[in-house]
């Protein structure tokens, strides 16, 4: 799968132009606040989700951004990575 980037998100889509996964991240004031996830239901359960969110921590990383999670997907996925500790922002850190 070839997810493609664009400012403040990064998508997939099929053959047939159809969106199959999606991550966004508006930001304001050195924050990205990760508000956003879908995978199509027939790709759930491949890491297409873990996928999104890697290459969005890199992205943001290297902007030296500090991120917010809000979706629940987003919130799961960074408690069970702690290593990105560092990125969140204190009120998401404190969670």
């Excluded at 400012?7 to 966004?24: D, H, K, P, S, Y």
């Excluded at 290297?62 to 809000?70: A, M, S, V």
Aim: with cysteine; proline share 4%; glycine share 8%.
């Amino acid at each position: 799968m070839k997810f493609q980037q664009e400012a403040e998100r990064i998508f997939a889509v099929n053959e047939n132009g159809a969106l199959i996964a999606e991550l966004t991240f508006p930001i304001s004031e050195g924050v990205a606040m990760i508000d956003h996830t879908f995978v199509d239901e027939s790709l759930r359960g491949q890491g297409v989700g873990d996928r999104l969110l890697e290459l969005a921590v890199a992205q943001l990383r290297e902007q030296g951004l500090k991120i917010h999670p809000t979706c629940p997907f987003a919130v799961k996925w960074f408690e069970k990575h702690p290593e990105y500790a560092e990125l969140l922002t204190g009120e998401s850190a404190s969670r």
